[in-house]
């Protein structure tokens, strides 16, 4: 090939190229943009752990109050079921007819008077 035809040739495709028109991106504001969106994703972060470190907190109060709680009802249980087991001896103890002593008198019994008594 001549010169002249790589010329013409050249031509044909620089026109070819030139009709075709390219994408601009502005990269300044495509980085601006980008760092904005940036430091709100770690905004948002910042929040999201600080929410989940006082849910944490609360938590393990509320967990520590259960337990103070859980052991107050076992306390309250035993003293109930005390007071129960006593208030229905008591009441079997009077229907039996029992009485309350204030006085104790014991029977003298001699060494040798269970041995005669065989």
């Known amino acids: 090939m001549s010169i002249a035809a790589l010329r ?21 504001l495509l980085y601006v943009t980008a760092g904005i969106f940036s430091l709100v994703l770690l905004f948002f972060y910042i929040t999201t752990v ?3 470190t006082k849910e944490t907190f609360l938590i393990k ?5 259960a337990d103070a709680l859980d052991q107050q009802n076992k306390v309250l249980e035993a003293s109930f079921a005390q007071s129960s087991f006593l ?16 006085n104790v008198v014991y029977v003298p019994l001699y060494q040798n008077a269970l041995a005669q008594a065989r």
């Open 8 to 28: 013409l040739q050249s031509r044909k495709l620089q026109s070819k190229i030139s009709s075709v028109s390219y994408v601009r991106i502005p990269w300044k």
């Open 87 to 102: 208030g229905t001896v008591q009441d079997r103890a009077t229907s039996l007819s029992f009485v309350k002593i204030s």
């Open 50 to 52: 600080d929410q989940l």
């Open 61 to 65: 109060n509320d967990s520590a109050q």
